[in-house]
């Protein structure tokens, strides 16, 4: 049989993985797809440099529109990235009757809905395994091996740029700062490393989990996100003499009234597996009724390792093209007209629970005001932590006119909902004896 012929948006760190991984292993890849999958056709803005990487075989074209126009081609994989011209491309394809890979979580985030409608209405498949956790396939884990269960969570270490900043600032005992800058000096960082830093790019990961997992739409907009620029190597050290370790986490939680969707730094036991996962290494821990607790830990980024997962779906879709459209497996998991109506919560009616560090004055009674604030807001506490009188002695701050000692406080608190715990922080901010604004940062047990 001939060939499936494939089409190349964007030939970059990804495209030309996925260039060189189908021609070394051809012969494995047709053994496993029942025919040959070749890239035939490649768009990209700098055709001299395309053209080398692909050699004279292939046709290298500027117009992404010429790809999607051949009738020859088959599927076309989008690796422009963005929320623009993507989308407008991948609408196109999916007109022009084409099966689409991408690996753009942005895209299918914010505008995932209109393009599976667009797609099954067309009766073409839009497959997207690389676009989380790049080389792990959590998506196939999560659509087919797991469609047993009642899926209850999933927290992912979703970001290898954040997870290697936060490794670093561990190690070296650093701040975010100095961390973000030897990041950026090694390559780890982009230039403008704002989606990785403020925790967009693992929502965008985290949203499409949580429709899967769930068989929710996607709701990007309904996601909380917070990053990690505010943390300090002080929290990274007291979490870790608390037996905590501080991740970038993704999080979806299926609960009675609605799912949780969040981003956020987050404090986990040290022991649980996925607290050990340095550097720009990705994990996701998924929480399934039938099986439990399963873990999945690789690249989450990549030329090759992505390129793994876009092969993946070249493959899916080289052996199900022929088959009835409504035999495929959904885009989303679930049958598109058997999807739930269960909304995200807002953040205030999330449950969790908190690590508060609280730079007070050192005086009798201060801490007795701040548990008691707690008590009053049916706030448990799990752990206190003071720091020696010894650490603390050289330093001390303007309280009206006098200077008095000051120290740090931090405390671990059992669950409690979110907007409760932000009534009390406000009033333990409004203390006089507390100098600095409250630290607050989330804690999951993942038990
Ligand atoms: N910028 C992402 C990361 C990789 O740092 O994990 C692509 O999703």
Redesign the pocket.
């Known amino acids: 049989m001939k060939p499936i012929q494939v089409g190349l948006l964007g030939i970059g760190v990804v495209g030309s993985g996925t260039f060189n991984v189908l021609l070394r292993n051809q012969e494995e890849i047709k053994r496993r797809a029942g025919r040959g999958i070749q890239i035939t056709m490649v768009a990209d803005l700098n055709v001299a440099r395309a053209q080398e990487l692909v050699g004279p075989g292939v046709t290298v074209v500027n117009d992404a529109r010429a790809v999607i126009a051949n009738p020859d081609i088959d599927i076309v994989i989008e690796l422009i990235g963005g929320y623009g011209i993507a989308k407008t491309l991948v609408l196109e394809a999916i007109a022009a009757g084409k099966h689409v890979v991408t690996?753009n979580?942005a895209l299918l985030a914010v505008h995932g809905t209109e393009i599976f409608a667009a797609a099954s209405a067309r009766g073409v498949m839009v497959a997207f395994e690389a676009a989380v956790a790049?080389g792990i396939p959590i998506i196939k884990a999560l659509r087919e091996g797991l469609t047993a269960n009642r899926i209850q969570w999933i927290a992912g270490i979703?970001?290898?740029?954040?997870?290697?900043i936060l490794s670093e600032m561990r190690d070296k005992g650093l701040d975010f700062g100095m961390v973000l800058k030897e990041a950026q000096a090694l390559g780890?960082?982009?230039a403008d490393p704002t989606?990785?830093i403020e925790g967009i790019?693992?929502a965008h990961?985290a949203t499409i989990m949580s429709a899967i997992a769930f068989g929710i739409p996607v709701q990007f907009d309904k996601a909380y996100i917070e990053g990690i620029t505010k943390l300090g190597a002080a929290d990274i050290k007291y979490a870790e003499q608390l037996g905590y370790r501080i991740k970038l986490l993704g999080i979806t939680k299926r609960t009675p009234t609605g799912i949780e969707l969040r981003v956020h730094p987050c404090l986990i036991p040290a022991k649980r597996l996925i607290a050990n996962v340095e550097g720009?290494m990705?994990a996701v821990v998924v929480q399934g009724d039938a099986v439990g607790t399963t873990l999945y830990y690789g690249k989450?980024?990549g030329s090759e390792p992505?390129a793994s997962a876009v092969i993946a779906d070249l493959v899916d879709i080289t052996r199900l093209h022929t088959a009835d459209a409504a035999q495929r497996v959904p885009h989303l998991a679930f049958q598109p007209n058997a999807m739930s109506d269960l909304p995200v919560l807002p953040m205030g009616e999330v449950v969790t629970s908190y690590y508060l560090r609280l730079r007070v004055a050192d005086e009798t009674g201060v801490l007795a005001k701040v548990t008691g604030i707690l008590a009053e807001a049916g706030i448990s506490i799990d752990a206190v932590l003071q720091r020696e009188a010894d650490e603390i002695k050289s330093e001390t701050a303007a309280v009206g006119q006098a200077q008095v000692a000051q120290t740090d406080v931090i405390i671990l608190t059992h669950d409690c909902v979110e907007a409760r715990m932000n009534a009390a922080i406000a009033q333990m901010q409004a203390l006089p004896t507390v100098l600095e604004p409250i630290t607050r940062i989330r804690k999951e047990e993942l038990a």
Do not use: P, R, V
Not at 158 to 164: L, Q
């Open positions: 690996a979580k790049g979703i970001n290898g740029t954040t997870n290697f780890y960082a982009e989606f990785d790019d693992a990961k720009a990705n989450g980024a992505t």
